[in-house]
């Protein structure tokens, strides 16, 4: 008890300077006073700045990195627009020449045939078509050559004598009437009623002029297609002649040449006359065209061509099919405006038809 006590005792004293502390502290009118430098100091604004810093300089690393982008896409696209062009540029020459390389065997083809009929007199060159004139002398007769290279539709037609069917009118009218530039008599002809008539079939723009007449005897029909091909032969139905798509023709006596080969001459043909003027249409196997008009005939009937002749020249100069046209006065050849043969007449004849060429 007296133990206990005195324990009491000692805490109580070694408490009492803390207690009379508290005490002063509690009411005494101290106020304590922190300086400045106890706090860090607080700027808004460069907290602010600090704030937008992060987002700028990622902006900035985020364009610097997009322009290194663009600067690469760029140069990408220089290089493939570059390699485009140059590209381009070799398959153009390619293309070039390999449009020489197919073109040359058709060269070749066309020298051959252009020197068998020797050097050409007169050439006429233009988009439409390329036609050369030459001159040709045989032991019985003169004649003229004109091939021709027809590059558009325009390029040949075959005009009705003075436009109209029954009419007729000489070669070189007709030449003067359309502008033609060229022109060769055409198709056979019978008169009637003061008029002209073509002979037999006979198709102008398309379109059959007096109907269709079958093939009989030795006639034959030969005209241009759509694709300025020479067709010819003959026709025994309309059908099989529309399935040729012809765009003008006309009818005579009698076929030539066939694939090259010489044809059966029927024997009326053969001595009535023997010689004469003559005029042939011909094609070559790449569609080039080939006309033959020949000057002849004396009273003593020793000037001319036979049809043998022309057959011969014809495969001679390498044509394919031949046909021969209306001869006699009605040969004529008219080359820039002016008549080229010596029309067995003494002048030329009226025709109902006539084919002719453009420039």
Same mark, same amino acid.
């Given at each position: 008890? +007296?133990?206990?006590?005195?324990?009491?005792?000692?805490?109580?004293?070694?408490?009492? !300077?803390?207690?009379?502390?508290?005490?002063?502290?509690?009411? %005494?009118?101290?106020?304590?006073?922190?300086?400045?430098? %106890?706090?860090?100091?607080?700027? =808004?604004?460069?907290?602010?700045? %600090?704030?937008? @810093?992060? !987002?700028?300089?990622?902006?900035?690393?985020?364009?610097?990195?997009?322009?290194?982008?663009?600067?690469?896409?760029?140069?990408?696209?220089?290089?493939?627009?570059?390699?485009?062009?140059?590209?381009?540029?070799?398959?153009?020459?390619?293309?070039? &020449?390999?449009?020489?390389?197919?073109?040359?065997?058709?060269?070749?083809?066309?020298?051959?045939?252009?020197?068998?009929? /020797?050097?050409?007199?007169?050439?006429?060159?233009?988009? +439409?078509?390329?036609?050369?004139?030459?001159?040709?002398?045989?032991?019985?007769?003169?004649?003229? =050559?004109?091939?021709?290279?027809?590059?558009?539709?325009?390029?040949?037609?075959?005009?009705?004598?003075?436009? &109209?069917?029954?009419?007729?009118?000489?070669?070189?009218?007709?030449?003067?009437?359309?502008?033609?530039?060229?022109?060769?008599?055409?198709?056979?002809?019978?008169?009637?009623?003061?008029?002209?008539?073509?002979?037999?079939?006979?198709?102008?723009?398309?379109?059959?002029?007096?109907?269709?007449? !079958?093939?009989?005897?030795?006639?034959?029909?030969?005209?241009?297609?759509?694709?300025?091909?020479?067709?010819?032969?003959?026709?025994?139905?309309?059908?099989?002649?529309?399935?040729?798509?012809?765009?003008? #023709?006309?009818?005579?006596?009698?076929?030539?040449?066939? +694939?090259?080969?010489?044809?059966?001459?029927?024997?009326?043909?053969?001595?009535?006359?023997?010689? %004469?003027?003559?005029?042939?249409?011909?094609?070559?196997?790449?569609?080039?065209?080939?006309?033959?008009?020949?000057?002849?005939?004396?009273?003593?009937?020793?000037?001319?061509?036979?049809?043998?002749?022309?057959?011969?020249?014809?495969?001679?100069?390498?044509? @394919?099919?031949?046909?021969?046209?209306? /001869? #006699?006065?009605?040969?004529?050849? @008219?080359?820039?405006?002016?008549?080229?043969?010596?029309?067995?007449?003494?002048?030329?004849?009226?025709?109902?038809? +006539?084919?002719?060429?453009? &420039?």
């Amino acid at each position: 008890m +007296n133990s206990v006590r005195y324990l009491n005792r000692t805490l109580l004293l070694a408490c009492t !300077p803390f207690l009379g502390m508290l005490l002063w502290l509690l009411f %005494a009118n101290i106020s304590v006073v922190m300086g400045e430098d %106890a706090f860090p100091k607080y700027d =808004a604004a460069a907290i602010e700045d %600090a704030a937008a @810093v992060k !987002p700028a300089a990622k902006a900035t690393e985020g364009l610097s990195s997009a322009q290194k982008t663009a600067a690469q896409t760029s140069k990408s696209i220089k290089k493939q627009i570059k390699l485009y062009n140059q590209t381009n540029a070799e398959m153009k020459q390619i293309v070039t &020449k390999a449009k020489a390389q197919a073109q040359r065997p058709f060269e070749i083809y066309d020298r051959i045939i252009t020197s068998k009929l /020797g050097s050409p007199s007169g050439t006429v060159n233009t988009d +439409n078509l390329r036609a050369q004139l030459f001159y040709i002398k045989a032991d019985h007769f003169n004649a003229y =050559a004109l091939k021709l290279k027809l590059k558009s539709s325009d390029a040949m037609q075959m005009a009705l004598g003075n436009g &109209k069917y029954g009419g007729a009118e000489t070669t070189l009218a007709a030449v003067k009437r359309t502008g033609a530039f060229a022109g060769v008599n055409a198709g056979g002809f019978a008169d009637g009623g003061g008029k002209r008539y073509p002979l037999s079939t006979t198709i102008v723009g398309g379109k059959y002029v007096g109907g269709f007449e !079958p093939t009989y005897n030795d006639l034959f029909f030969v005209g241009l297609n759509e694709s300025n091909k020479l067709v010819g032969g003959k026709f025994t139905s309309r059908q099989q002649l529309d399935s040729k798509n012809v765009k003008f #023709g006309a009818s005579f006596v009698p076929v030539l040449v066939k +694939n090259g080969a010489a044809a059966a001459i029927p024997s009326k043909w053969q001595t009535s006359p023997a010689r %004469a003027p003559r005029t042939v249409i011909a094609n070559y196997k790449d569609d080039q065209l080939l006309v033959l008009v020949v000057d002849g005939r004396n009273e003593g009937g020793s000037s001319g061509a036979t049809l043998a002749e022309m057959q011969l020249l014809l495969r001679r100069y390498g044509a @394919v099919d031949g046909y021969n046209l209306d /001869g #006699g006065g009605s040969s004529s050849l @008219v080359w820039n405006g002016r008549v080229i043969n010596k029309p067995s007449d003494g002048q030329l004849r009226k025709l109902p038809t +006539n084919f002719l060429f453009f &420039k």
